[in-house]
């Protein structure tokens, strides 16, 4: 009896056990520096929750895009916890594709800045946890411009940034007056572009819905940001996105840059910069008005309606957006290299203070972006760099790869905005805005 009562029980635990076991996670994930970072920690969250597994699926961030979007719409049921941003967080939240997130209250959600909390709310409810947010800003070679004899302004023009531009663009030496995006796609080239469209009094949809693309911000937008790349920027730029980018800045090739504002930790880090302790920092510059001259966005977990695996996808999305994880890698990485730009609590912390000598200019251009106000003459949409509609991301697609072919010189500005121009409003007469 004792033997079968002893097989028994050893059968009931290996069950039991595998059933544990059975938790597996999969997440899908930007190819980031801060994701990558989360992926190494992971051990940690595994630690506490031994019941609980996690796979992680790392993708370039417009792969990423297609294969989220896609699972969720077809509720094909891959992940369990999606990396998405604010494009996506309030439109599937309310088509109900995205589970609430309900933290508890050690959580602390009144600790999440404002702007970003904000940007992942859908009719009050939060769908969506920033694990980093970010706006953007002008990141550039104080060194460079101290040789040339120009003191940069905190909120400089875009005049002053060509002008620098021209000073130290030395191609002999390996070095790029600026550095910007090229590479096509709505959260790509398109998002710095639409930027520097707002600053030019432009936008994307006016009060009808119909779009502007060959109106005269747009015109000026496009033609200054091509001219000013040919003359002064590196070769292949329309192949260039962030992490391209990162790397030449990194290897001191670039003058300036305007990006991310969580470029910022990695240039200043002396592990991956060669430039660490050359880098000053600036607001996003202006062209015809301050609106929408900086983005505003947020890499952010969720988790889709359909999970099965809710529980255990909440306990992560938790620990990897929360306080505790913050202080975690400013413990093992250095207060220096944290994901920033999601917390009040992180710009009060001395230890970040001291190590991050961009904080104030981070914090400045993310308090100062406004989604609902973006732009010069009044829009119907919601976003700076992006319109929160379904069919944007249709129309940011064709679009931005018009632009990379006018930077690459393939065709005209006045051809690729009439290129873009027509695909717009085909997209929007579909999506039955206006006939």
Known sequence: MKLKATLALAAVMAIT????????LVIATVNNGH??????????????NPDIKVKWVTLEEGVLRQR???????KGGQFDIMTIGMYETPIWGKKGWLQELKPDAAYDVDDLLPSMRNGLTADGKLYAAPFYGESSMLMYRKDLADKAGVQMPDRPT?????????KIHNPKEGVYGICLRGKPGWGDNMAFLSTLVNTSGGQWFDMSWKPQLESKPWKDAISFYVDLLKNYGPPGSSANSFNEILALYNAGKCGMWVDATIAASFITDPKQSKVADKVAFAQAPTMVTPKGANWLWAWALAIPAGSTKVEAAQKFVSWATSKEYIQLVGKTNGWGSIPT????????????L???????????????????????PKSPYVGVQFAAIPEFQAIGIAVGQQMSAALAGKVTVDAALKAGQIAAEREMKKGGYYK
């Open 17 to 24: 056990g595998a059933a544990q076991a059975a938790t597996e």
């Open 35 to 48: 994701m990558i970072e989360m992926q190494k920690l992971t051990k940690h969250f595994e630690q506490a």
């Open 68 to 74: 989220v979007t896609t699972d969720i719409a077809t």
């Open 158 to 166: 875009w005049a002053q940034v060509k002008d620098l531009a021209a």
């Open 341 to 352: 730009g999601t917390r009040k609590s992180t710009y009060t912390n001395a230890e970040f």
């Open 354 to 376: 001291k190590a991050a000598r961009f904080a104030t200019a981070e914090k400045a251009a993310i308090d100062s972006a406004n989604s609902n106000d973006s732009t010069l």
